[in-house]
């Protein structure tokens, strides 16, 4: 089993920055392709970005030139830095973990193994 924790949420301005963090228990993590979700309110979860254990970076056209995903394997941490953030960014963050590690990723929940808990994200305009 393999646990998956998000921090680094918060409120923030329109135009401001935040930084996420999935801390990983796994050691396998380093095999893992590691993907970021957001859910609001009323909304399905979507797909944001992943990084697959070879390094290779996935992002959806909303998340482009806007966020960056990375990830450091001697930590088991995968990171989302969130720039220029706007009101249709507020959602609850989720990372999740596909150890089958496909690529390109798949965008589909279902598809992945392990999930967060989710770190909320507020911005406000």
């Known amino acids: 089993q393999v646990s998956l924790v998000e921090s680094g949420g918060g409120v923030v301005q329109a135009g401001g920055s935040l930084r996420l963090s999935c801390a990983a228990s796994?050691?396998?993590?380093?095999?893992?392709?590691m993907g970021w979700f957001r859910q609001a309110p009323g909304k399905e979860r979507e797909f944001v970005a992943a990084?697959?254990?070879?390094?290779?970076?996935y992002y959806t056209e909303s998340a482009k030139g806007r966020f960056t995903i990375s990830r450091d394997n001697a930590k088991t941490t995968a990171y989302l830095q969130m720039n220029s953030l706007k009101g249709e960014d507020t959602a609850v963050y989720f990372c999740?973990?596909?150890?089958?590690?496909?690529?390109?990723?798949?965008?589909?929940?279902?598809?992945?193994?392990?999930w967060g808990r989710g770190t909320q994200v507020t911005v406000s305009s």
């Open positions: 796994a050691r396998a993590f380093s095999r893992y392709t």
């Open positions: 990084t697959r254990w070879t390094g290779s970076i």
């Open positions: 999740a973990a596909d150890a089958e590690s496909p690529w390109p990723p798949s965008r589909d929940v279902k598809s992945y193994d392990y």
